[in-house]
């Protein structure tokens, strides 16, 4: 990861703890309303991470990295 390194850390703490904490506010929420209704939780996170994507797509190709031509070419 080289001079990214410390990012890198900090997101994968950032999913260890999405992980930690995610699961019991659905289960508090199951509770609440039921467990079909409480998978909300779940597709709201699903729904950010594809936001996310998205957007870190467009940043990167106006940083001139092109993800989809590194991916057609092997990834490296």
Known sequence: MGKYESQGSAFLIMMILGGGIIPPIQ????????????????????????LFAFLVKGILRKQGIDYDAEIASGGH
């Open 27 to 50: 289960g508090k929420l199951a509770d609440v309303i039921g467990i079909h209704q409480s998978y909300i939780v779940a597709a709201v996170c699903f729904a950010y991470l594809a």
